[in-house]
């Protein structure tokens, strides 16, 4: 049996899918949008919400590469929220902008449920890499302070987050995020002040256990940018603060693989979006 050669960097570059049903502008700025991808039929739909990683920067791109597998999903009878955001080197972006930015992207599908017949009964946050913390963050938003200035009193909830090669232990992983993306924990977690002497309270995932959240986190074999360690490190400390998280491996896959439909990888990553959405 010829073995799976993992996706490179410059194969993720190229992926690519269908245009969106519709662009949903949520602000005034560039990058203050999502795309909604909406299946055929009369719906109710479920609903998946990808954020797209990049180590936080627009260098990579991100959304674009997303719709790989948001095309799959729409025609699997799943409606997408493809969310582009502010990276750190954007205006306005990091923090608090950019997290703001995935709130208000989320909580956007309240308005757009009734005209586009969407489910948000059944809804599924799943994020790659750097938009695996966004997911991990957003879908633990009711845990933050009262005191942040990203609280909201009543965000969307999402019972499921699927992370695939997350970075969300912002404390813990300072080192590696460095070391696969060159990002400071300022660009990301802001400055500390007095009003906010910890920067990781209101940013990091790992800061707001137990969320009540089931995680799912997925490492390709292959991930050297988060490897599969990361996802075991969280699952252990979510699951000792009362969380459900597990842990699974791609087989061959790289940090890649992990978001293309046309990957091996993908028949575990979509079965578990399924299985999120009580579609199997």
Known sequence: MQKNIPMSLQDYLALSGPEPTRVVAYGDAPSQFAELFEPAGPGPFPVAVIIHGGCWTKHFGGITQMRNMAGDLAQQGIAVWNVEYRRYDEEGGGYPGMYLDV???????????????????????????????????????????????????????????????????????????????????????????????????????AETLPSGVRTVLIHGEHDDISPLRVGQDYARRAQAAGDAAEVLVLPGGSHYDEVAATSPAWAIVGGQIRKALSLV
Request: aromatic fraction near 2%.
């Open 103 to 205: 709130a208000t992207a989320m909580d956007r599908l309240r308005m757009l449920a009734s005209e586009h017949r969407l489910d948000l009964s059944r809804i599924v946050l799943v994020g790659h890499s750097a938009g695996g913390h966004l997911a991990q963050w957003a879908a633990a938003r009711a845990r933050l302070p009262r005191s942040s200035p990203l609280y909201v009193a009543d965000p969307l909830p999402v019972p499921v987050v699927i992370s695939l090669g997350g970075l969300a232990d912002l404390r813990n992983e300072a080192a590696l995020i460095k070391t696969s993306c060159d990002r400071d924990m300022a660009q990301l977690a802001g400055v500390a002040s007095a009003e906010r002497p910890d920067i990781f309270s209101d940013t990091s995932p």
